[in-house]
């Protein structure tokens, strides 16, 4: 397993223990005392357990000691976790005084024998831990370990941007010389840089990719990564998929080949084919004949760890890659090792470091994770001692013995983080979002203080496994929200050898599988003919259940109910199951039993119709996924039982009406995507941070008034209509005191909302303005009193802190912290109400039918991004949007009345950034000489630019006279980054690429 997991599991152990000495039940269940003595056992082992770890690879003792004390510790995590569960489900059963099952549950006969029954099992576990300790016949000593704490200001950069790839300049020359050649003849020829895992193919391939010559060179440009699966019908899907920049599911072959060669057809264009392992000619033949079609001089660049790889691909020539030299190799170093990059002044450390850097014979994968680690050793001393000792055994002949080097160095949350990642595959494209819920699933996440909130606290494992070169940042499609992260090769393989039997992926080694192994995943995708592998029955005690390659199909069934069934029945221990696209109709009754649970994803899976009430009995579970079960007609009605819930996720399911009563109890809920219609007389929400709410279009308020209430003016009954969401007691507002984003779409009756004081983030589409302009008039108040109930219970609820009436009025002005804002605009709406939003950083402006767009800019001082997007009659930019003086970027998308922009924009001074799509009727632009970015996109009657003389970043796509007119410009040769293709259809659907998210801070 993976070293320092076993030390988390006794420290979760002691943890654990802990807490339940606390609890009242304990005494009644007289198990107290056997609590009590298990936690001194487990805590005198986990003493030794960190020297033990680290001298089980040379003492075949101890390391068969570890074993069977990793057994041990396993059981007894899982039988206090079981123990928690049931103390857990008495206090959510006890909410309910008059319910029968209670009054059976917790009679005196069934208290004693369950307490009877757990003391047994728990006096076993310590008796085999105390046989264990008692046969230690070797020394190992007590430690105590030191805390590692990331600098959390130190600048990180995920994106690779030449500036930061230090000695590939002439690597770089050469290949983009070669590509460029025009001497060869061939249609389509391939190029291969060869080189050892970690020298920075990828990087190089990147570097090339981006360069301004290649850029005017290729019409288009496409980028693959294949890794170990060389299949032909992939490989034409993903290249479409670039070509297209969105996501393609359930292509035929040949409609996939034909759309391909449509995109490709008389063009010139890069294709990037990384991380190839196929020398099979046959197969690349096959691609190549597909590829054809493109233009003469297009180009196939290929990366590649073996020569007869490129051989079998017929690469007209080979690079071959070599290491970094001792001057690139020392800054590379410089730059993980030392805060800043600076070098100490104690000359010593560069003395020490510059013989530790040429053990790593230029491999910058090496240099990198060596200079992570020693980042920590401040001291002389600690230099020095890493280098006479653990790194004077590594083998200069191989890397991997110096990434397990950083491995061993890592403090023991990262290293089982880091280890459960060997489940993915190679190559695979993991999103931090999702990865930090899987570790919370395990329980491998632990904040330092009560108010750290676990995925924060996860998000920073992430970072510094990102930092230390753990994970690095796969390649970015047009398709992705955000940046995805993916494990390189030789740490992938790292992760294998460190989980050991620990952790077993079907399809690469699965023949190690044993009741051992608690972390299963299957890296192919299970079709409707697959069985349970009977293997799969040995891991008895497995903890998790996962199909990160599973595929959709529209009509795939994998598993059948009784086939479900028997799956789930036979792992009670699951923490994670992940059973999405599997095609399930019915989830089985038997999910309740898995009492440990954390994670369940049914997502995709479209045939479900209603979720079985017995999976109100997982109350330990976090993460609820049912994205796209788009037949789901309703939740469990005691969905308030599940009271650990975090994420509940119903996106897509369009067939659900309602959500449940006592949805409101869900008080830990941080994320809820996706929110349909409330029908509860008694609703209450959770303290949410993110709300989203889509599609009502009957909703008119989110409280109804009590039925002894005055009677309202007509407006006022439109706030309080027939579709009743929340009622709400002596005509008080909800408390949202937590809430910082939401999302309000296909509202156009809603016409008041609650006034949100600490709201960040706040996006309305196809709803009506009204709302936001009374919210502001409900809330104009100087003082906090009964007239304004909202910010009187967010008074209550912080009232711990230091407050007076003016600061509390203050605080809780409607919005007032609002930082980013999207509207749907509609026509004819106040346009006044700008000037309150003094904060706002970001605005967004879209679907607005009138000629003029005269807002209340003057408040906007802070403004420092502006969208203007689907505007047809807008024919120039709002005057008063001079006022915006700390404006920063400017997107204007799809404006087709707009013919230029005004020459006052010039004194926009902090204007950076200017992003113009889809105005045809564009003609001209200003001498906007503070510009440093420009992209434009689809403007076919903008034939020229003026001399932008401070611009770095110059992009434009679908514009082929303007693009013929800069190639003669002598200024925008000089330009750093520089992209003109004459057509690109991928930049067609922008807004799918871009979205209208306001809060987004991309660009």
């Known amino acids: 397993m993976a070293e320092g997991a076993l030390i988390k599991i006794a420290e979760g152990i002691i943890g654990q223990l802990g807490k339940l000495a606390l609890q009242e039940i304990v005494l009644l269940w007289g198990v107290k005392d056997e609590l009590e003595k298990l936690k001194n056992t487990v805590s005198i082992i986990n003493a030794v357990l960190l020297d033990a770890e680290e001298q089980q690879a040379q003492s075949h003792a101890i390391k068969e000691w570890v074993a069977k004390l990793k057994d041990v510790l396993f059981e007894a995590d ?36 369950y307490g009877l029954k757990m003391g047994h099992k728990i006096k076993a576990i310590r008796e085999r831990l105390d046989a264990i300790a008692a046969d230690k016949k070797f020394h190992i000593e007590v430690r105590h370990r030191g805390t590692q704490v990331m600098d959390l200001m130190r600048e990180t950069d995920y994106f690779v941007r030449a500036e930061n790839v230090i000695g590939r300049e002439h690597d770089k020359k050469k290949i983009t010389e070669r590509l460029l050649d025009s001497n060869i003849e061939e249609n389509v020829s391939v190029y291969s840089i060869v080189g050892l895992g970690g020298l920075g193919k990828t990087t190089l391939a990147q570097l090339v990719f981006n360069d301004e010559e290649i850029q005017k060179e290729f019409e288009r440009k496409l980028w693959v990564c294949i890794s170990d699966d060389f299949d032909v019908k992939i490989i034409v899907k993903k290249i479409l998929e670039y070509a297209k920049g969105e996501k393609l599911e359930n292509l035929e072959r040949n409609a996939s080949i034909n759309d391909l060669q449509k995109e490709i057809d008389g063009k010139r264009f890069l294709l990037v084919l990384d991380d190839v392992w196929n020398d099979d000619s046959e197969k690349w033949d096959k691609l190549k004949e597909i590829l054809l079609v493109g233009a003469r001089g297009s180009r196939i660049l290929v990366t590649t760890r073996e020569e007869k790889v490129a051989e079998s691909s017929k ?105 459960y990642c060997s489940l993915f595959s190679k190559d695979y494209e993991i999103e931090e979002e999702i990865l930090v819920k899987l570790w919370m699933a395990q329980g491998f996440i632990e904040p330092l203080g009560q108010n750290q909130c676990l995925e924060d606290v996860g998000n920073e494992y992430f970072r510094e496994l990102l930092w230390r070169s753990f994970f690095q940042v796969a390649k970015k499609y047009f398709w992705s929200i955000g940046p995805t992260f993916n494990i390189h090769d030789l740490m992938h393989d ?159 399911c369009s067939s659900l009406t309602h959500m449940p009563r006592g949805f409101g109890q869900l008080t830990n809920l941080h994320s809820l995507a996706q929110y349909v219609s409330l029908v509860s007389e008694s609703f209450k929400l959770p303290p949410l941070e993110s709300l989203y ?248 009657n903008l034939t020229s630019l003026p001399a932008l003389t401070s611009l770095k970043t110059l992009e434009i796509r679908r514009c082929p006279i303007l693009v013929e007119s800069c190639k003669s410009q002598d200024w925008i040769a000089r330009i750093e980054n520089l992209n003109l293709e004459e057509d690109s259809e991928q930049t067609s659907s922008f807004t799918k690429i871009f979205g209208r998210c306001s809060g987004s801070t991309s660009q």
């Open 315 to 419: 690469t007209i020539e080979t690079y071959r890659l070599t290491g970094l030299n001792d001057e690139d190799s020392w800054s590379l170093f410089k730059q993980k090792a030392f805060k800043k990059g600076q070098e100490p002044e104690n000359s010593k450390f560069k003395e020490i470091g510059m013989e530790i850097v040429s053990k790593c014979k230029g491999v910058p994968l090496a240099i990198k994770t060596i200079g992570s680690l020693l980042y920590f050793k401040k001291s002389e001393e600690e230099w020095l001692s890493f280098k006479n000792n653990e790194f004077s055994k590594v083998n200069e002949t191989n890397i991997q013995p110096i990434l397990r080097l950083s491995y061993d160095h890592l403090p023991p949350h990262l290293k089982q983080c880091f280890a």
């Open 693 to 940: 709410i889509w599609n009502c279009p009957n909703l008119k308020g989110w409280w109804k008034r009590s039925s002894n209430s005055i009677e309202e003016d007509e407006d006022d009954a439109d706030n309080y209509g027939e579709i009743s969401m929340i009622t709400a007691k002596n005509n008080s507002l909800p408390s949202f005191s937590r809430l910082s984003i939401l999302g309000i779409s296909g509202c156009p009756k809603l016409s008041s909302m609650p006034l949100f004081p600490y709201l960040e983030m706040l996006d309305l589409d196809k709803s009506n303005l009204r709302l936001l302009e009374r919210t502001i008039s409900m809330g104009m108040i100087s003082t906090v009193s009964q007239e304004n109930p909202t910010a009187a219970a967010v008074a209550e609820s912080t009232s711990s802190a230091p407050s007076s009436s003016s600061i509390l009025a203050a605080s809780f002005t409607p919005l007032s912290k609002l930082k980013s804002l999207g509207i749907g605009m509609i026509e004819g709406s106040n346009d006044h109400f700008l000037q309150h939003f003094t904060a706002l950083e970001v605005l967004s402006l879209y679907n607005y039918n009138g000629d003029e767009m005269e807002l209340e800019w003057q408040g906007l001082r802070k403004l420092q991004r502006l969208r203007l997007y689907d505007h047809p009659k807008l024919a120039s930019l709002p005057v008063g949007l001079q006022q915006a003086t700390s404006l920063r970027n400017l997107h204007i998308w799809n404006c087709p009345s707009l013919t230029t922009l005004p020459e006052w924009i010039c004194e926009i001074i902090s204007l950076q950034s200017l992003y113009i799509f889809d105005c045809p009727n564009l003609t001209s632009l200003p001498a906007l000489t503070s510009l440093k970015t420009l992209e434009i996109r689809h403007c076919p």
């Open 494 to 652: 790292l992760a294998i050898l460190v989980v050991g039997q620990e952790s077993i992926t079907f399809g690469i080694n699965e023949k190690k599988m044993d009741e051992k192994t608690h972390h299963v995943s299957f890296g192919f995708n299970l079709g409707s003919s697959t069985q349970i592998p009977t293997l799969l029955f040995k891991a008895n005690r497995m903890r998790t259940f996962l199909l990160p390659c599973q595929k959709w199909y529209s009509n795939q069934m994998v598993w059948n109910e009784l086939t479900c069934d028997a799956f789930v029945s036979s792992f009670k221990f699951l923490r994670l199951l992940d059973l999405h696209r599997t095609g399930i109709r019915n989830v089985p009754h038997s999910i309740g039993k898995l009492k440990h649970l954390r994670y369940l994803d049914l997502s995709d899976n479209r045939h479900i119709k209603i979720l079985p009430n017995s999976v109100t009995r997982l109350q330990n579970l976090e993460t609820l996924d049912l994205f796209n079960c788009q037949e789901l007609i309703e939740l469990p009605k005691n969905i308030s039982k599940l009271v650990n819930l975090r994420h509940l996720n119903i996106d897509g």
């Open 78 to 113: 899982d039988l206090l976790d079981d123990f928690s569960t049931e103390v857990l489900r008495r206090e959510v059963m006890t909410k309910n005084k008059k319910a029968k099952e209670v009054r059976i549950f917790f009679s005196k006969s069934n208290q004693l024998a």
